[in-house]
């Protein structure tokens, strides 16, 4: 277990069409958005469903996948790691950030 630090695994849908970046460098960036729910008996007995809602963003070989194979509505897996980014707003303001950086995407459903 002390090899598992940061590790994130996720099935879900893809909310929206990846958006796909070249940068400078030669590298490729992947950012979407993936849409997981969880679905349980609350304390009357009566079935819920709560959606929770990740940003992804893929970087080189795997932005390439993404690209290529994924679309909007589509059910992928992910392994990746949380990676959060501080960023300064134009009015003095800090913002935080949390992606799920994917190592490995998984093509599923149909859709």
Known sequence: MSTI????QLIGNVG???TITNLESGK????????????YKDGKGE????????????WGKVADIVEKFVDKGKEIGIVGKL???I???DDGNQRYVTEVVADEILLMGNK
């Not at 950012?31 to 969880?38: C, K, P, Y």
């Open 5 to 8: 630090k940061n590790h994130v």
């Open 16 to 18: 929206q069409e990846p």
């Open 28 to 39: 490729k960036v992947a950012r979407f958005s993936l849409a997981t729910n969880e679905n």
């Open 47 to 58: 079935k819920q469903n709560d959606t929770n809602w990740h940003t992804v963003v893929a």
């Open 83 to 85: 990676k959060t980014r």
């Open 87 to 89: 960023y300064t707003m």
